[in-house]
């Protein structure tokens, strides 16, 4: 069944994902609080309503994927609070891409755990910089963040362990060209449950998929994303934005009652085949193809 996002809020959808944020007008859904909540096993949803941080506890301490806004450590920090952690716990960083939405908050995060930063190769210029060698948005100021040391460079394939977890870092660039996918595996009322959180296969505005010389393979690394998300297992569907994986209409039935609302690998392929329509859509439009 294909999730109705794809059909009646098809308006919205292109809205959120597909205009080239601002940093001086944000989209409010990243900013308005959400919920925190144990979405599995020891995973932990901390973000806002659309910008997705997941905490996952460990007895060694805690591990934080995305950083989000550089306004957003002290609304990620209130959640995992809320929840009887403490921001001091978290051990290790990771992001999901090099953009100011995901990545931004990392330097405030870093200065106050001392957390190791852990990201994947193809982005750690543009994070190390604060943008400013991104392939498409290094002029353009609005997307500029604290630039922010790297720890660890990970690459296609590696794990980031920690407390008897761990986690995989899948390649799946073209949004970025270090856009990571994470997969882990989370125990869950006697059953062993495949979690993969997207890191995004948009394309933006203005992205040229043709001939592009700051970003030469893009449509090839596209493709490969997409051959790479629809190999993945997947139980429990969850992605750097809420809007992904459908988090403001799923958690009320969860917190209804309803423990299974976030298992959804029928959503997830059709997320995926949908997003893949779109780039092939956009690719064919571009002169040159």
């Known amino acids: ?63 934080l994927l995305n950083s989000n806004l550089e306004s957003s450590p002290p609304l990620i920090r209130k959640s995992i609070e809320a929840l009887g952690f403490h921001f001091s716990d978290i051990k290790i960083l990771l992001i999901s891409h090099g953009h100011y939405d995901h990545c931004a908050g990392s330097a405030e995060i870093l200065r106050e755990t001392h957390a190791r930063y852990e990201v994947m190769a193809p982005d750690i210029s543009v994070v190390e910089s604060g943008g400013r060698t991104d392939f498409h948005y290094a002029n353009d100021k ?15 394939g590696d794990t980031v362990s920690l407390g008897g977890t761990v986690l995989t870092a899948y390649l799946t660039a073209g949004h970025t060209k270090g856009t990571t996918t994470w997969t882990l595996d989370e125990p869950e009322a006697g059953r062993m449950l495949h979690v993969v959180i997207v890191g995004s296969p948009n394309v933006n505005p203005g992205y040229k998929l043709v001939h592009n010389p700051t970003y030469p393979r893009i449509a090839a690394d596209y493709r490969h994303q997409f051959e790479v998300l629809k190999s993945l297992p997947c ?55």
């Open 235 to 289: 139980d429990i569907f969850l992605g750097a934005h809420g809007g992904y994986f459908d988090l403001a209409e799923k958690y009320p039935r969860f917190k209804a009652g309803d423990r299974d609302a976030f298992i959804d690998p029928s959503g997830y392929k059709a997320y995926v085949a949908d997003r893949e329509q779109a780039f092939e859509t956009e690719l064919k439009k571009q002169p040159g193809k």
């Open 1 to 63: 069944m294909i999730p109705k996002r794809f059909v009646a809020a098809a308006p919205l959808f292109a809205a959120l994902f597909f205009l080239a944020p601002a940093q001086a007008a944000p989209n409010p859904a990243w900013t308005r609080p959400f919920p925190p909540f144990r979405i599995a096993g020891n995973l932990y949803y901390v973000g806002s309503e659309d910008l997705a941080s997941y905490l996952i506890v460990t007895p060694k301490g805690d591990i």
């Open 142 to 156: 609005s997307m500029r963040f604290p630039p922010t040391h790297v720890d660890r460079i990970l690459h296609d």
